[in-house]
């Protein structure tokens, strides 16, 4: 059973700043991937930001330059910086494991407004 542990969502204001974080646990026998997917009312959940095995970072056009992802690989943990942060980023924010098969996070909520 692998559980992922989400934490640091809230409300903030526009330009301003928050950081995720998701702790993965539980029998991880590997792991290919790990992201950040938000779905804000009404809308699909999409993929914001993912972390391969080896480094490689993808990021939604929407979000590059604005927010990183990074990685603590022995405490299976993965980190979403985000900056500068619009009324538009407002959405439930999934941590996302992609290892045997894809497991996913309670979900995190951000809201950007004034």
């Known amino acids: 059973q692998v559980q992922l542990v989400e934490s640091g969502g809230g409300l903030v204001q526009p330009g301003g700043s928050l950081r995720l974080s998701c702790a993965a646990s539980?029998?991880?026998?590997?792991?290919?991937?790990m992201g950040w997917y938000r779905q804000a009312p009404g809308k699909q959940r999409e993929l914001v930001a993912a972390i391969l095995s080896r480094g490689t970072t993808n990021y939604a056009d929407s979000v590059k330059g604005r927010f990183a992802i990074s990685r603590d690989s022995g405490k299976n943990t993965v980190y979403l910086q985000m900056n500068s942060l619009k009324p538009e980023d407002t959405a439930v924010y999934y941590c996302?494991?992609?290892?045997?098969?894809?497991?996913w996070g309670q979900g995190t909520q951000v809201t950007v407004s004034s």
């Open positions: 996302n494991l992609d290892s045997d098969r894809r497991y």
């Open positions: 539980g029998s991880i026998f590997r792991i290919n991937a």
